[in-house]
């Protein structure tokens, strides 16, 4: 079946996302419903990802805090953020989520360039990250998804025109010697819908519209970079891996 390519225009309530996905998920491994790739902005929330420390949420009562239930730690979502989340069946995609993510980071730093915008990966450091003039570097874009019996959901955030000062009630990913950016506050005026256009270009290139083998991984990934993957009795992937959740 064909990939669906949907773009919310309004914000969408997390928890009815969380529902959304779960079911799309459930639906793609029967093989009632085609994959799908959504795009959507969220209103101002934080979300925790499995290995969120506590003392990571600087500022608990100012956004809804939800359980987001996928690998990685404290996140901020909000309008400006181009957030998309991939319901993709990787049993027939291809079975290594290693490939996967280096994929979806392939899609961001490809979109990035095509804005002249250098995003690079960083050993030790989720996301896609760039270098500011006065030599600090800062995250643009964030990665955190979910596996279960091979179908991918949660996703992908990339900072378009986000209000950067939201946030400062977290600790973005529990990594404190580094800051945040956006396109915007790099100097590209670009809205939702410019980026949208390049990153269905991308992903189409890179990805895929319909089920087909991954890219293969074109830089050398450290043989440690992901922890061994166990298969539980009900076909759940089980990593501990910071990126990925049950």
Known sequence: MALEWKISDQTVDYPYAMNAMEERAAAIFTNSAEEQVWLLEHEPLYTAGTSADPSD???????PVYDAGRGGQYTYHGPGQRVVYFMLNLNERGKDLRKFIWNLEEVIIQTLDAFQVKGERRDGRVGIWVKRDNGREDKIAAIGVRVRKWVTFHGIAINVDPDLSHFNGIVPCGIE?????????LGHILTLEDVDVILKEKFETIMGMSPRPMMEIHQAVPADSMSPIVRSENDD????????QL
């Not at 949420?57 to 956004?63: E, I, V």
């Not at 010697?177 to 506050?185: E, I, K, N, Q, R």
């Open 57 to 63: 949420l600087l500022d608990p009562d100012r956004f």
């Open 177 to 185: 010697s580094h800051g945040v950016t956006s396109l915007h506050d």
């Open 237 to 244: 992937i089980l990593t501990t891996n910071p990126v990925f």
